[in-house]
């Protein structure tokens, strides 16, 4: 019944910015880790930024540290990453997703992408240059 869609995604040139959102439906994760992964051809996916909506609290892959920032919007029932000052190496499919263990966002398992139960659909992003 949860259902993850993400937008915003598409190409842009090195040093730009994009904003990806997650419209959730079905459930209201309210205490539980939601997070944004991706996945380059040839690689496996990698959690990118976790947001736990208990208190707020975030966390950044150091590749992504003081560029990419989550956040939510309980009103629209989404979350977001504004992904700034984007590099050729953030190319990827970005996944929103969302986990069902409440607890999991206090352990280093957060960054597992099998820790988590609902996926989008994921989105595109290309950097070029």
């Known amino acids: 019944q949860v259902q993850l869609v993400e937008s915003g995604g598409g190409s842009v040139q090195a040093g730009g910015s994009l904003r990806l959102s997650c419209a959730a439906s079905g459930g209201t994760f309210s205490s539980n880790c939601m997070g944004w992964f991706r996945q380059a051809p040839g690689k496996e996916r990698e959690g990118v930024a976790i947001?736990?909506?208990?208190?707020?609290?975030?966390y950044y892959a150091d590749s992504v540290k003081d560029r990419f920032s989550i956040s939510q919007d309980n009103a629209k029932y989404t979350v977001y990453l504004q992904m700034n000052s984007l590099k050729p190496e953030d190319t990827a499919m970005y996944y929103c997703?969302?986990?069902?263990?409440?607890?999991?966002?206090?352990?280093?398992?957060?960054?597992?992408?099998?820790?988590?139960?609902?996926w989008g659909q994921g989105t595109q992003v290309t950097v070029s240059s």
């Open positions: 997703a969302a986990a069902l263990r409440r607890s999991l966002c206090w352990t280093t398992r957060r960054w597992t992408p099998d820790e988590y139960n609902y």
């Open positions: 947001f736990y909506t208990g208190d707020g609290a975030t």
